[in-house]
């Protein structure tokens, strides 16, 4: 589904009319799919709290760690605010659903996810005052934090009684990814067909930020021999980026050209969010083992 929203929208332009309303609906509808297999009772605060740091390295260290790198070694000005805005904020919220659907711990996902969010409403003005010299403003991310986060949990939680919500989660989740990657990959072609030579230097960059750094993590989660959930957690936060709100914030502080390593990051992000299944399937094929699948609640 999300290989072939990213053809579709490529090719087609996506929704030119209602492309940042179709995004948000979508990504709300995977999120409040998603959210139905958990449940908050019987939850252990030192265990969500170890979580929720591991999750903030993965974010802000590892991830952040990287592209700030690509942020020094950038010499034009405005790519270089581009990259430090896109390591300032926080994770994407599609992480929830992606883990989800690679049967990691989707509880312990959206409690990580939704203080990391809290806390980048600090993390945003001070990483770019740090670095850029001025802090950027927080509203947008306020905003996505009620109505991508809150709405879906709200929504969620009387969708859990429907007694055909076992068998509809993944179909509806996946149909879900479709529309909102045709939305996302739309909504950014003119901005990469239109500056090939930028997009060329930024590409490699942006596909070591996704698959080398997925591939390394997996590589050594798997040596290591952590367990399924630490894996999934490992690799969707070190990942994942909500480069949706960074295209916005460098598109309103920066200009357009500070978009780019963003759009190009999100299309590398898709290609990645496609090929995650398939390395974890590819896996349980070695092991001679199916995944299980873990509950959460």
Do not use: C, H
């Not at 290989?3 to 579709?8: P, R």
């Not at 799919?33 to 709290?49: H, K, N, V, Y």
């Not at 790519?79 to 509880?107: D, E, H």
């Not at 509806?172 to 990657?181: E, P, R, T």
């Amino acid at each position: 589904m999300v290989a072939s929203g990213l053809v579709v929208g490529l090719a087609t332009g996506g929704f030119p009319a209602y492309s940042k309303q179709v995004q948000q609906l979508t990504l709300i509808l995977a999120m409040m799919f998603s959210l139905t297999e958990i449940s908050f009772r019987g939850m252990s605060a030192r265990e969500e709290a170890r979580g929720f740091v591991a999750s903030f390295v993965m974010t802000y260290v590892v991830l952040s760690g990287l592209v700030l790198v690509y942020a020094f070694l950038s010499a034009d000005r405005e790519v270089r605010n581009g990259w430090v805005l896109m390591a300032a904020v926080p994770p994407a919220v599609a992480v929830v659903p992606i883990t989800s659907l690679l049967k990691g711990n989707v509880r312990r996902s959206l409690i990580s996810e939704a203080l990391l969010y809290l806390l980048g409403l600090v993390m945003v003005p001070l990483v770019t005052l740090a670095f850029l010299g001025e802090a950027v403003a927080v509203n947008d991310l306020v905003v996505q934090t009620l109505l991508l986060i809150g709405v879906p949990i709200a929504l969620s939680r009387p969708l859990r009684r429907w007694k055909r919500i076992d068998e509809t989660r993944a179909t509806a989740v996946s149909v879900s990814f479709f529309f909102l990657v045709v939305a996302i990959a739309g909504s950014t072609r003119d901005t990469l067909f239109g500056r090939p030579d930028l997009i060329a230097n930024l590409a490699p960059l942006a596909f070591l930020r996704t698959f080398g750094l997925g591939i390394a993590l997996f590589g050594l989660t798997y040596a290591l021999r952590t367990s399924r959930e630490a894996r999934v957690q490992a690799l969707t936060f070190a990942s994942f980026k909500n480069l949706g709100l960074t295209v916005v914030l460098a598109f309103t502080f920066f200009g357009p050209v500070a978009s780019l390593p963003s759009i190009v990051s999100l299309i590398f992000e898709i290609l990645w969010m496609s090929a995650l299944p398939l390395l974890f399937r590819s896996e349980a094929d070695v092991s001679g083992q199916s995944p299980a699948i873990r509950s959460s609640k």
